[in-house]
């Protein structure tokens, strides 16, 4: 089946005004996080986790969804997800595994590894990725398992400690232009830099070392993307504007607020973003499918994220789930997001303006919801939805697009 992914890479290289959007569900924290990598269970009370089993089992919801272009898993899972149950074979969906595990991320209980300096470091094998064992020579059955990996990469401003880091990741990348095997490269601020770097200079140097690193790799060997954290406006067009192929995505960090989620997609988008992979923000959502459904309409710029942290809280509380926060605080902006443990810099987007936009027009039929006011341009006006028409609009949107 073709792939989403494979298509909308095609039209932003085609189309500098491509409104294309890639997203991405992160469910590769079993290569950080350890116990707690599947996330809290509420089914079984505070402070206990979900079993892997449970985990995988999100993961088959979400690509069975159908809205999301790529899932992001550790190999292990991909094995089991990708080669022995075969659920991506009618879906457009497109399996990725991370392909290197370096120590910043390895974010056991008492660890000190993530404060340390990041060493490169790979547990995952490309022929594993692909076939689920050895293939020595056989390039016969490489298409059987995942043909795209995630690779990170985290600079420290020291020049022994960095090189390091490149002669890793470009042995990566001659092991995967040989195998066919593509990637996206993800570029985590310093974790532990040796020589400081000042918060204003921070976006600024993430940027030159990705356009040094690629400078030297021709086409075969280049990332589909990027993935990096979200500096602002500046950074993002500047990057953009040097080069629009390199066509970067923003990562989400941290569990955070429902806002922080959709308005970093949203920001990000807007200046200039095509891609954004959001791990824990969708595990720790109180509904996947719903969180899921609602990036994908911020992603195509059918709902503002005001908008859809309102509608969400309906939908969940038409589907009888207590949400973790009240609406007043899921409405904030809170995340730090410079490293895969999620601590540090907070993202730089705007604060949150009032709600609603433009005036309103009377109320429009709802399909199964009844009817509901809208803006003069025509678009659904929440703000003045009362609760019930909010969430009868939204839960017949959801129908419609979940069966």
């Given at each position: ?37 599947p996330g809290r269970s ?16 999100h993961i088959a919801e ?328 909010r969430l009868a609009y ?10």
């Amino acid at each position: 089946m073709e792939k989403s992914l494979d298509v909308k890479l095609a039209d932003i290289h085609a189309h500098a005004d491509s409104k294309a959007f890639i997203l991405a569900d992160a469910k590769d924290a079993d290569m950080a996080f350890g116990i707690a990598a599947p996330g809290r269970s509420p089914e079984r009370g505070e402070g206990e986790f979900r079993s892997l089993e449970e985990y995988r089992e999100h993961i088959a919801e979400n690509v069975r969804q159908g809205l999301l272009d790529i899932m992001l898993m550790s190999v292990s899972t991909s094995e089991v997800l990708t080669i022995r149950r075969r659920i991506f074979d009618a879906s457009t969906v497109t399996p990725a595994v991370r392909a290197n595990d370096t120590t910043d991320i390895h974010v056991a209980r008492g660890a000190s590894y993530p404060k340390e300096p990041s060493l490169p470091f790979r547990t995952a094998l490309i022929d594993h990725a692909q076939v689920g064992r050895i293939a020595e020579d056989d390039d016969s059955q490489r298409h059987l398992g995942a043909n795209l990996g995630l690779y990170s990469i985290t600079f420290n401003n020291d020049p022994e400690l960095d090189r390091a880091t490149l002669e890793a990741y470009r042995e990566f990348r001659v092991e995967a232009e040989s195998k066919g095997f593509r990637h996206f490269l993800e570029v985590f601020e310093p974790n532990d830099p040796v020589h400081p770097i000042s918060t204003e200079q921070l976006g600024g140097f993430v940027n030159d070392l990705i356009v040094r690193t690629l400078a030297g790799v021709a086409s075969p060997g280049r990332p589909l993307f990027l993935k990096l954290v979200y500096h602002g406006p500046k950074f993002m067009e500047e990057l953009v504007r040097y080069d629009r192929h390199l066509v970067p995505g923003v990562l989400g960090g941290s569990a955070g607020t429902t806002y922080d989620a959709f308005k970093l997609l949203a920001e990000a988008k807007k200046y200039g973003a095509r891609a954004a992979l959001f791990g824990r923000k969708i595990n720790s959502a109180e509904h996947q499918l719903s969180f899921i459904q609602f990036l994908r309409w911020i992603a195509d710029d059918q709902i503002s994220p005001e908008e859809a942290v309102n509608a969400y809280h309906g939908v969940l509380a038409g589907l009888g789930i207590p949400p973790a926060r009240p609406l007043d605080q899921d409405m904030q902006l809170t995340s730090g997001i410079n490293s895969y443990a999620g601590s540090g810099t907070t993202i730089s987007i705007p604060s949150r303006p009032a709600a609603g936009r433009g005036g309103s027009s009377p109320a429009q039929p709802g399909g199964s919801g009844g009817s509901y006011p809208i803006r003069t341009d025509g678009m659904p006006d929440f703000a003045k939805m009362t609760p019930a028409q909010r969430l009868a609009y939204h839960r017949n949107r959801l129908n419609k697009s979940m069966g």
